[in-house]
């Protein structure tokens, strides 16, 4: 049960923020710093940051609602935002950079992987036989 709660909430913070920067991809230059010089520019935006984040988000959706795709979803969590925290955190450290957007990414990315490996080990059901 506890597994279904945590993707359904991954799901409505992925899919919301997901769509908002599709539909309002200027966001971003006042949240994250980050804006489009072009066309090409913008439609990275709403690809990378609406449409990345709106999959994974009805991935996750996904795994709340139907038990076989669960673990996909998790090892999918994994991956993803894994590899942002390793990323983001190194790169921080690499170059003393913790804005308050940094700060919030690398804390939420660090607590959702830890999550997900709790998650994994308390349901062994959901982690596959080698």
């Known amino acids: ?38 066309q090409t520019g913008t439609i990275e935006l709403q690809a990378m940051y609406g449409g990345l984040q709106t999959a994974v988000g009805a991935l996750c959706a996904l795994g709340a609602a139907v038990a076989m795709y669960r673990r996909y979803a998790l090892v999918t969590l994994i991956f993803v935002i894994g590899g942002l925290a390793v990323v983001r955190v190194t790169l921080g450290l690499m170059n003393a950079e913790f804005s308050g957007y940094n700060v919030f990414a690398m ?8 999550a997900v490996f709790w998650l994994l080990r308390r349901e062994p059901q959901l982690v596959p036989a080698i």
């Not at 919301?16 to 971003?28: K, Q, R, S």
């Open 1 to 38: 049960m506890i597994t279904r709660i945590f993707l359904g909430l991954q799901a409505m913070m992925f899919m919301g923020y997901g769509i908002y920067c599709l539909v309002e991809p200027e966001a971003l230059a006042g949240a994250a710093g980050v804006a489009a010089t072009s």
């Open 107 to 114: 804390t939420y990315e660090t607590l959702t992987v830890l």
